[in-house]
T-cell receptor, first 115, second 110 residues
Framework: GAVVSQHPSWVICKSGTSVKIECRSLDFQATTMFWYRQFPKQSLMLMATSNEGSKATYEQGVEKDKFLINHASLTLSTLTVTSAHPEDSSFYIC???????????FGDGTRLSIL | SQQGEEDPQALSIQEGENATMNCSYKTSINNLQWYRQNSGRGLVHLILIRSNEREKHSGRLRVTLDTSKKSSSLLITASRAADTASYFCATEDYGQNFVFGPGTRLSVLP
């Protein structure tokens, strides 16, 4: 089956640090990748949609300069949380989709803890 | 209210019983998908049902879609303790916009 690898799985760092999260589709080409944020016992909140080779589309209220997304290839997208602060602590999940009308395949998520 | 709402929010059943979760949405959709999430993990895709389909099966899972009522249901038959997880429905519209519901937390007691 389709496999998506997300790395790292857990990050603990000081306030002000920038953190990069990678999302890779291992056995398929992903035309679209999604980045979500999830708070405890809540649903996923879409942050941005990214298509290979083009700029990401951010959801309303998500700061582009704060959450930098790069989708350089059909198998890799990165999310960089710049100058992270405690309020950025959350569970971040990526997903990849080969084509429209196909399921999203999710990574295992990254738990980000900012001290 | 939000597209892709689910009920119940939480469901607790005994092993061997069936579990039914419902999802309602408001706009036209291309497809509806059900996912499972174990605590602290990513989501696992279960079933995708297209707007022109009415029912799909996968093992112990049965999904129905009623586009006239804008609703879907996920039935897990003969539940097991390992089915304990959160279950989310998600709708995709024709513009590739996805919306996830708030989820149903299922607890299957041994």
């Amino acid at each position: 089956g389709a496999v998506v690898s997300q790395h790292p799985s857990w990050v603990i760092c000081k306030s002000g640090t920038s953190v990069k999260i990678e999302c890779r589709s291992l056995d398929f080409q992903a035309t679209t990748m999604f980045w979500y944020r999830q708070f405890p016992k809540q649903s996923l909140m879409l942050m941005a949609t990214s298509n290979e080779g083009s700029k990401a589309t951010y959801e309303q209220g998500v700061e582009k300069d704060k959450f930098l997304i790069n989708h350089a290839s059909l198998t890799l997208s990165t999310l960089t949380v710049t100058s992270a602060h405690p309020e950025d602590s959350s569970f971040y999940i990526c997903s990849a989709m080969a084509d429209s009308n196909q399921p999203q395949h999710f990574g295992d998520g990254t738990r980000l803890s900012i001290l | 209210s939000q597209q892709g709402e689910e009920d119940p929010q939480a469901l607790s059943i005994q092993e061997g019983e069936n579990a039914t979760m419902n999802c309602s949405y408001k706009t036209s959709i291309n497809n509806l998908q059900w996912y499972r999430q174990n605590s602290g993990r990513g989501l696992v895709h279960l079933i995708l049902i297209r707007s022109n389909e009415r029912e799909k099966h996968s093992g112990r899972l049965r999904v129905t879609l009623d586009t006239s009522k804008k609703s879907s249901s996920l039935l897990i038959t003969a539940s097991r303790a390992a089915d304990t997880a959160s279950y989310f429905c998600a709708t995709e519209d024709y513009g590739q916009n996805f919306v996830f519901g708030p989820g149903t937390r299922l607890s299957v007691l041994p």
